[in-house]
């Protein structure tokens, strides 16, 4: 059976592609790389529902029915959580909005797919490794060869800073500032760029690793690379990063009941500030990217005039409160500066500041 090329859903695919999401809404890459892998999904799975290639599909096909049945089989077959389902769809919501600009005679069916809700998912607990696990899987590398300087040197930086997996690999040389003040320049999400301090231990290990590249301070080769000489991906990172894991299990049992992935070195550089050491100082704060997930597990509410207590890494800081809201205190990129600490008394409302010096010690470099 022949079918007329291009036809409605052919045309509208491609102008979604190469002109509303780059041009006019100018998303990311990694954005427009995922609508692709959504939308992939569903031409796939309504092309072996109907029984036809991808190519014959026309607009038609995708109706309401088809996206549903995609979600179900998405997490019945496949295994997807909510949030993955809930990505797939928002994906198929920006074309369907889009067909509707395009199409007007299209709209009826566009209205129906939109309609279609998201599913609510359940909030996770925040997983992170203890100190002694870090020291663990640091302890775990191999020194003596060029991938484990590499190694040591990737997993120190990603503990230091709290960066996301996708920040650090794309840091090039020319983003390192090795000299007082210590500091690495990131673009993070959102394409926010952000400075963030480097502990003198961490700058002394970049240091030598950058002279064992012979990468100039200005170069724009990329930090991490891979035995090609290829830049590290994020893939090539968690590979790393479960090397390690699993050689440190054998002397911290603590490690195998965990799912360790990147994402726990960002989880744990929050808690470490946290439990840093609380004497009174003024340092000046870093920017950096905020963990939000870390502030559910500080928030309390309790009874009017109910005696109540907060502890911050072993120690009690807290009187008669209703409100205790720790802020800041938890953001990789606010390490060393001043922790508010907020609680209301009936009937007025009282904040305290309480500043501490946050410990900022990584293991012993022998390791």
Known sequence: MKVPLPNVLASTLRRFFTEHLSELRGLSPHRVHSYRDSLALLLRFVAARRGCPVAVLDITDLD???????????????????????????????????????????????????????KRARSQPVEYLEYAEIQAVLAAVERTSPEGERDYALLTTLFNTGARVQELVDVRASDLQLVKPFQVRRVGKGRKERVCPLWPQTAELLKAYCRARRLAPHAAAPLCVDRRGEPLTRFGVRYILAKYCARAKAVT????????????????????????????????????????????????????????????????????????????????????????????????RVAKTITWRLHSTLPNAEH
């Open 64 to 118: 309401p029915d088809a996206v549903i049945a995609l979600l179900r089989h998405l997490a019945a077959i496949r295994g997807n959580t909510a949030t993955t389902r809930n990505v797939r769809l928002a994906a198929v919501h920006a074309f369907f909005r889009d067909l509707a600009l395009l199409h007007p005679e299209r709209l009826e069916q566009a209205q129906r797919v939109l309609a279609i809700p998201f």
């Open 253 to 348: 049992p603590s490690l195998a009941g965990k799912r360790l992935h990147p994402h726990t070195m960002r989880h744990r550089t929050a808690v470490h500030l946290l439990q840093g050491r609380r004497r009174p100082c003024h340092h000046q704060p870093w920017a950096g990217p905020r963990l939000r997930d870390h502030h559910q597990p500080l928030r309390h509410r309790r009874p009017r005039n109910e005696a109540s207590s907060h502890r911050v890494g072993g120690d009690t800081r807290g009187r008669a409160t209703t409100d205790i809201l720790a802020h800041r205190c938890c953001h990789p990129g606010m390490a060393g500066g001043a922790v508010t600490v907020m609680w209301r008394r009936a009937p007025q």
